[in-house]
């Protein structure tokens, strides 16, 4: 086929046509695409083309005239090419001849590579001429492979998700359909959040597509549901595939499923950290909890409480009823301690009818830590008491508690329950179904508590509650109303201030009760005083009233009665109540001082400014009066931070068309500043300290308070 034989007998235009057919001929060799060789009958390589040079390696130079079986052919071949081309020397045929074949071939550098080659023969004078069209196959092969192993992944255990550059799926593999128990026509369009399982909160996901924006790529574990609604766990890769251009066209997600390793490393979990009977904590996991909670408290500054238990004659019981009874208080024991603390706070049991409850270090107040476990207690102490159903026998429980607080000083969790324990041997020591405190000063401290709870029962029974009143003044010292203000005459301590018993009573639930005493005995007064012409409508008498006698039920009711029983005007009276309590339940607090208002009461609030009341919500209330706390007032002249509150304050009131009053004013210099900035009210010792009702009376009558 290449080489064509002229005779030069024949004329010049046959001469001339031949020369043209012949370049025509070389160029078709030279630029076709496949590598086109001829050899004569020794295999000697006679015609060699560009892409011949290109595929194999050597340049035309070189290679013509060497043999193919010493340059091209793989050497393990050689022997049956040479064979061939015997074979068909002297029979004619080869199963070569006339057809595509792939082989491999050899490249100058010694390495084999595939091709396909036809041979085809062309007989001349002195024998026949071999023909090769040779075509390289490596990059052919090399995709035919890898689409072979993309197919045996795609086909593998490995679940297999691609999406479009929008999250929808366009293919899953068999695997993701029986690990999700979708079939893929079920998946297919969607979007792989149908798999979601809500274990992994929108946090997880945001920092998981985070990555992958920023890294193309994330890997990690996460819950997923299935069809039926069970849920898997799996270990998932999740890729973002770039076009040429780098637009993202795919996500691929490969995953594998790791629901029994999770089942099994809670099992391991569940034995090495949970008690078995109760499936509470056990001593290791609370010693691992404690110990990082007492690194942080001490790394804070707060404080934390543990609190041991141990249920009075528990040991009697089990002897008496037996282990599987025992068994079963345990457990409900446990449930009752779970229902009552809060979802941070550690229940563990560490072995017999001891429990431990850890409350974690919130606390800034040492104080406050103290009085916090100790009603916590109080509270266990309580819900233990109440009757245990023991398959029809109801069993009484008394509990004795230990009770520290930490950290006190450089200690570690052992320390920690060993001066808990000690507590608790203390508290068993007093008597059954008491707690005790490791340090002495903290008991003083509860028992104190405990004494004056009692102390204010009393109180309230023994008339050594009184009120006392201070003036309101207008900026001439035209007495404009007054604040009524609680006094405690205690028998042994004297004067206790509000201050020191209002909190606890506050805590204890005593202050609905004194709350009532206060707002009966304020329309009693203010009753006597109209009567006698002292207090005309004009005047008000502001009662302070708690949050949690505010938001107990029928409080509105209670109002109504009390005014209505006493005889006096509604718009007379004026309750105090402070900005934290507008931070919880608006709704029920908005309802309450709506019927409040419209049954003509007026409502200020009180220490203004030291709360985080947002202006947006103050508009929405029915309120009519701002009282600005006097911690602002004091260092008005002096501190620019404070003055400007109370200026901003001010302004405010007026702004939102309220009543301001400034409380705390004890010297000219406040009171100029207020009344420059537009304050009209003022209540203060500069005018006059609460003084007892005989003594507001005098002041009534007068109408005009002198400055000092
Ligand atoms: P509060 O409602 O802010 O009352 C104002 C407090 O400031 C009163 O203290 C009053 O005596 C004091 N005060 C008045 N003028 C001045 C002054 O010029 N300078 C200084 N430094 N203080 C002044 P008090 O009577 O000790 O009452 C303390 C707190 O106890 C009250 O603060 C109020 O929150 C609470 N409280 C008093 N009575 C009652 C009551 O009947 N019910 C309730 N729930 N709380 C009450
Ligand atoms: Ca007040
Ligand atoms: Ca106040």
Same mark, same amino acid.
């Given at each position: 086929?290449?080489?064509?034989?002229?005779?030069?007998?024949?004329?010049?235009?046959?001469?001339?046509?031949?020369?043209?057919?012949?370049?025509?001929?070389?160029?078709?060799?030279?630029?076709?695409?496949?590598?086109?060789?001829?050899?004569?009958?020794?295999?000697?390589?006679?015609?060699?083309?560009?892409?011949?040079?290109?595929?194999?390696?050597?340049?035309?130079?070189?290679?013509?005239?060497? %043999?193919?079986?010493?340059?091209?052919?793989?050497?393990?071949?050689?022997?049956?090419? =040479?064979?061939?081309?015997?074979?068909?020397?002297?029979?004619?045929?080869?199963?070569?001849?006339?057809?595509?074949?792939?082989?491999?071939?050899?490249h100058k550098n010694g390495k084999e590579f595939p091709v396909e080659l036809t041979i085809s023969q062309l007989e001349v004078k002195n024998g026949s001429f071999y023909s090769a069209f040779v075509r390289d196959l490596t990059e052919i092969k090399q995709t035919e492979q890898e689409l072979k192993l993309a197919a045996i992944t795609f086909y593998s255990h490995s679940g297999i998700v691609i999406t479009d550059a929008k999250k929808r799926i366009l293919r899953v593999n068999p695997a993701i359909e029986s690990m999700s128990g979708y079939c893929a026509e079920e998946l297919l369009g969607k979007y792989p959040s149908i798999l979601k399982s809500g274990?992994?909160?929108?946090?997880? %996901?945001?920092?998981?597509?985070?990555?992958?924006?920023?890294?193309?790529?994330?890997?990690?574990?996460?819950?997923?549901?299935?069809?039926?609604?069970?849920?898997?766990?799996?270990?998932?890769?999740?890729?973002?595939?770039?076009?040429?251009?780098?637009?993202?066209?795919?996500?691929?997600?490969?995953?594998?499923?790791?629901?029994?390793?999770?089942?099994?490393?809670?099992?391991?979990?569940?034995?090495?950290?949970?008690?078995?009977?109760?499936?509470?904590?056990?001593?290791?996991?609370?010693?691992?909890?404690?110990?990082?909670?007492?690194?942080?408290?001490?790394?804070?500054?707060?404080?934390?409480?543990?609190?041991?238990?141990?249920?009075?004659?528990?040991?009697?019981?089990?002897?008496?009823?037996?282990?599987?009874?025992?068994?079963?208080?345990?457990?409900?024991?446990?449930?009752?301690?779970?229902?009552?603390?809060?979802?941070?706070?550690?229940?563990?049991?560490?072995?017999?009818?001891?429990?431990?409850?850890?409350?974690?270090?919130?606390?800034?107040?040492?104080?406050?830590?103290?009085?916090?476990?100790?009603?916590?207690?109080?509270?266990?102490?309580?819900?233990?008491?109440?009757?245990?159903?023991?398959?029809?026998?109801?069993?009484?429980?008394?509990?004795?508690?230990?009770?520290?607080?930490?950290?006190?000083?450089?200690?570690?969790?052992?320390?920690?329950?060993?001066?808990?324990?000690?507590?608790?041997?203390?508290?068993?020591?007093?008597?059954?179904?008491?707690?005790?405190?490791?340090?002495?000063?903290?008991?003083?401290?509860?028992?104190?508590?405990?004494?004056?709870?009692?102390?204010?029962?009393?109180?309230?029974?023994?008339?050594?509650?009184?009120?006392?009143?201070?003036?309101?003044?207008?900026?001439?010292?035209?007495?404009?109303?007054?604040?009524?203000?609680?006094?405690?005459?205690?028998?042994?301590?004297?004067?206790?201030?509000?201050?020191?018993?209002?909190?606890?009573?506050?805590?204890?639930?005593?202050?609905?009760?004194?709350?009532?005493?206060? =707002?009966?005995?304020?329309?009693?007064?203010?009753?006597?005083?109209?009567?006698?012409?002292?207090?005309?409508?004009?005047?008000?008498?502001?009662?302070?009233?708690?949050?949690?006698?505010?938001?107990?039920?029928?409080?509105?009711?209670?109002?109504?009665?009390?005014?209505?029983?006493?005889?006096?005007?509604?718009?007379?009276?004026?309750?105090?109540?402070?900005?934290?309590? =507008?931070?919880?339940?608006?709704?029920?607090?908005?309802?309450?001082?709506?019927?409040?208002?419209?049954?003509?009461?007026?409502?200020?609030?009180?220490?203004?400014?030291?709360?985080?009341?947002?202006?947006?919500?103050?508009?929405?209330?029915?309120?009519?009066?701002?009282?600005?706390?006097?911690?602002?007032?004091?260092?008005?002249?002096?501190?620019?931070?404070?003055?400007?509150?109370?200026?901003?304050?001010?302004?405010?009131?007026?702004?939102?068309?309220?009543?301001?009053?400034?409380?705390?004013?004890?010297?000219?210099?406040?009171?100029?500043?207020?009344?420059?900035?537009?304050?009209?009210?003022?209540?203060? %010792?500069?005018?006059?300290?609460?003084?007892?009702?005989?003594?507001?009376?005098?002041?009534?009558?007068?109408?005009?308070?002198?400055?000092?």
């Amino acid at each position: 086929m290449v080489l064509v034989f002229h005779d030069v007998t024949l004329s010049y235009d046959i001469q001339q046509t031949a020369k043209e057919q012949s370049t025509m001929l070389n160029h078709i060799i030279e630029a076709s695409m496949d590598a086109i060789i001829a050899a004569d009958e020794n295999s000697t390589i006679m015609e060699w083309n560009a892409q011949a040079e290109k595929i194999f390696g050597w340049s035309r130079d070189e290679i013509l005239g060497c %043999y193919l079986h010493e340059t091209i052919i793989p050497l393990q071949y050689r022997e049956q090419h =040479l064979n061939g081309i015997a074979h068909l020397s002297e029979t004619g045929q080869g199963e070569m001849l006339n057809h595509r074949v792939e082989i491999s071939a050899l490249h100058k550098n010694g390495k084999e590579f595939p091709v396909e080659l036809t041979i085809s023969q062309l007989e001349v004078k002195n024998g026949s001429f071999y023909s090769a069209f040779v075509r390289d196959l490596t990059e052919i092969k090399q995709t035919e492979q890898e689409l072979k192993l993309a197919a045996i992944t795609f086909y593998s255990h490995s679940g297999i998700v691609i999406t479009d550059a929008k999250k929808r799926i366009l293919r899953v593999n068999p695997a993701i359909e029986s690990m999700s128990g979708y079939c893929a026509e079920e998946l297919l369009g969607k979007y792989p959040s149908i798999l979601k399982s809500g274990r992994q909160d929108s946090a997880f %996901y945001k920092k998981m597509w985070q990555q992958i924006n920023e890294t193309d790529s994330w890997q990690g574990e996460l819950w997923n549901k299935r069809k039926d609604g069970s849920l898997y766990a799996e270990f998932l890769t999740i890729t973002a595939v770039r076009d040429y251009s780098g637009t993202i066209t795919n996500y691929v997600g490969t995953s594998y499923d790791i629901t029994e390793r999770k089942f099994a490393e809670d099992k391991i979990e569940q034995l090495a950290y949970r008690d078995e009977l109760t499936n509470l904590a056990n001593r290791r996991l609370l010693l691992d909890r404690l110990n990082h909670e007492i690194n942080v408290a001490a790394r804070h500054k707060v404080y934390g409480a543990v609190l041991y238990l141990d249920l009075d004659r528990f040991k009697n019981l089990n002897d008496a009823l037996g282990h599987p009874i025992g068994d079963e208080l345990l457990r409900q024991v446990a449930r009752r301690l779970i229902q009552l603390v809060r979802a941070e706070d550690t229940v563990s049991r560490l072995g017999g009818d001891e429990f431990v409850i850890m409350l974690p270090a919130t606390n800034k107040n040492l104080k406050k830590a103290g009085v916090e476990a100790g009603s916590v207690a109080d509270k266990i102490k309580e819900h233990l008491a109440e009757a245990f159903d023991l398959h029809g026998y109801q069993y009484f429980l008394n509990t004795s508690i230990g009770i520290v607080i930490f950290p006190e000083a450089e200690e570690g969790a052992d320390d920690v329950l060993k001066h808990a324990d000690s507590a608790l041997y203390r508290a068993k020591e007093e008597g059954r179904n008491t707690s005790r405190f490791y340090k002495p000063a903290m008991q003083q401290d509860a028992d104190a508590r405990l004494q004056m709870e009692k102390d204010i029962r009393h109180a309230l029974h023994n008339d050594e509650l009184s009120l006392h009143y201070q003036p309101q003044v207008d900026i001439n010292g035209h007495v404009t109303g007054a604040e009524a203000l609680l006094r405690w005459q205690h028998p042994q301590r004297g004067m206790v201030p509000p201050d020191e018993f209002i909190p606890l009573a506050e805590d204890t639930g005593l202050i609905l009760d004194i709350g009532r005493w206060v =707002l009966k005995q304020a329309s009693l007064q203010l009753a006597e005083w109209h009567n006698m012409g002292a207090c005309p409508n004009s005047r008000s008498l502001a009662i302070n009233v708690s949050p949690r006698q505010f938001h107990q039920a029928g409080f509105v009711e209670e109002i109504i009665d009390m005014i209505s029983a006493a005889g006096i005007s509604a718009s007379c009276i004026e309750l105090e109540i402070t900005e934290g309590l =507008l931070m919880d339940r608006l709704g029920d607090v908005v309802d309450k001082l709506t019927q409040l208002r419209e049954y003509g009461v007026r409502i200020a609030i009180d220490d203004f400014g030291t709360g985080y009341s947002s202006l947006s919500y103050l508009k929405t209330l029915p309120l009519d009066k701002l009282k600005i706390d006097q911690s602002f007032v004091r260092d008005i002249t002096t501190d620019s931070n404070d003055a400007a509150i109370v200026d901003t304050i001010i302004a405010m009131s007026k702004h939102m068309d309220l009543n301001v009053i400034a409380e705390g004013v004890e010297t000219q210099e406040q009171l100029d500043f207020l009344h420059s900035k537009g304050c009209e009210v003022f209540q203060g %010792y500069y005018f006059s300290k609460p003084v007892v009702a005989e003594q507001m009376l005098n002041i009534l009558k007068n109408d005009v308070i002198s400055k000092k």
